[in-house]
């Protein structure tokens, strides 16, 4: 049998604990559960990381890293001659980042779930503050992108447009978690969207 090298055995114990985490919950996400997930042994899980705590911090890592690098390529420019289309495109945007969220529920679960341990877990110390910065990071650079493509400047610092648009879309996406009421989030995006666009002004 092959060797397993020691980044592909981590990549599969990350991949392991988000499969788990996912359909069980944090409760069931011990080393030998996750172990037995990743078909690998408990040694090789000692191996690869110092604690689970650790393995937690990558996990977060590595889901925070791949939804911000989604997010970052979702600017989407409704254009029409002679007619501001920041309200739409926002609408838009926020409507393609949503389909990235319905067809991946277990991701948000996930890191729902990372943020509510990490805060409770003086082990994790830090890693939900690393996460909300990169959201908004990424919140900030989209709606950046937006404002420059549209060709309008922004009313209010981007930052606190930013965290807006992060503490609603946290909202919608946790109530549908519960609910799974599409097209009730889909309003409540589409509302939101109307509503920025109006802090949005000429350039100069």
């Not at 080393?31 to 604690?51: K, L, M, W």
């Not at 003086?122 to 996460?131: F, I």
Request: charged share 20%; hydrophobic share 50%.
């Amino acid at each position: 049998m092959a060797r397993v090298s020691a980044a592909e055995r981590r990549r599969q114990l990350v991949e392991a604990a988000f499969r788990v985490i996912g359909a069980e919950g944090f409760a069931a996400a011990t080393t030998r559960r996750i172990c037995a997930e990743a078909g690998a042994p408990v040694a090789a899980f000692h191996y690869c990381f110092a604690s689970k705590e650790e393995l937690f911090v990558e996990l977060t890592e590595v889901t925070v890293a791949a939804l911000r690098d989604a997010q970052a390529e979702g600017v989407h420019i409704v254009s029409q001659e002679g007619w501001n289309p920041i309200g739409p495109s926002l609408r838009e945007t926020l409507r393609q980042w949503w389909a990235t969220v319905e067809a991946a529920p277990e991701r948000e679960v996930v890191l729902t779930g990372l943020t509510h341990h990490a805060l409770h877990e003086p082990s994790l110390a830090g890693v939900a503050q690393r996460q909300y910065e990169a959201y908004h990071r990424t919140a900030a650079l989209t709606l950046s992108s937006l404002a420059e493509a549209c060709g309008v400047r922004w009313t209010l610092p981007v930052e606190q447009l930013a965290r807006m648009l992060v503490v609603v879309t946290d909202g919608v996406t946790i109530a549908w978690l519960v609910d799974r009421d599409s097209p009730a989030a889909l309003d409540a995006l589409d509302a939101f969207a109307a509503q920025l666009a109006t802090l949005a002004g000429a350039p100069g």
